[in-house]
């Protein structure tokens, strides 16, 4: 790695990522349960493959997981919730793959975020 080659920390992956979502995502929230807690959670969870039930008793100073469910069930139409997933992926397309039309397939997996094992199969197209 060479002194210009930008480093991708822990932190700077959950960062962009969070902005992503709460840029292109919306939750109306009140109180301590602030969108970017929603979507911390979250995010732990699913990269620790454990529930929001679990994650919200490791972490300190979060809202409970009925917080963040009562949040997510603000979210039943799940069309909607994909377009919005998607136009937040193109959100931070590099311009590379912009200036050119591409086919992405992407698979997201709600199981691992979201709400069980229901599975949103998601195509891009630009």
């Known amino acids: 790695m060479t002194a210009t080659t930008p480093v991708l920390t822990d932190n700077k992956t959950l960062n962009e990522v969070v902005n992503c979502l709460t840029e292109n995502i919306p939750i109306p929230t009140q109180g301590k349960c602030e969108q970017r807690n929603i979507f911390e959670i979250l995010i732990r969870a699913a990269t620790q493959r454990d529930s929001i039930e679990n994650t919200t008793k490791v972490l300190k100073n979060v809202p409970t997981s009925n917080d ?11 069309p909607l919730l994909e377009d919005a997933l998607n136009k937040a992926l193109q959100s931070r397309l590099p311009t590379g793959i912009r200036q050119g039309e591409q086919k992405i397939a992407i698979d997201f997996n709600a199981h691992s975020i979201l709400w069980g094992a229901i599975t949103i199969r998601s195509t891009i197209y630009l």
């Open 68 to 78: 963040i469910r009562y949040h997510l069930e603000k979210y039943s139409d799940l």
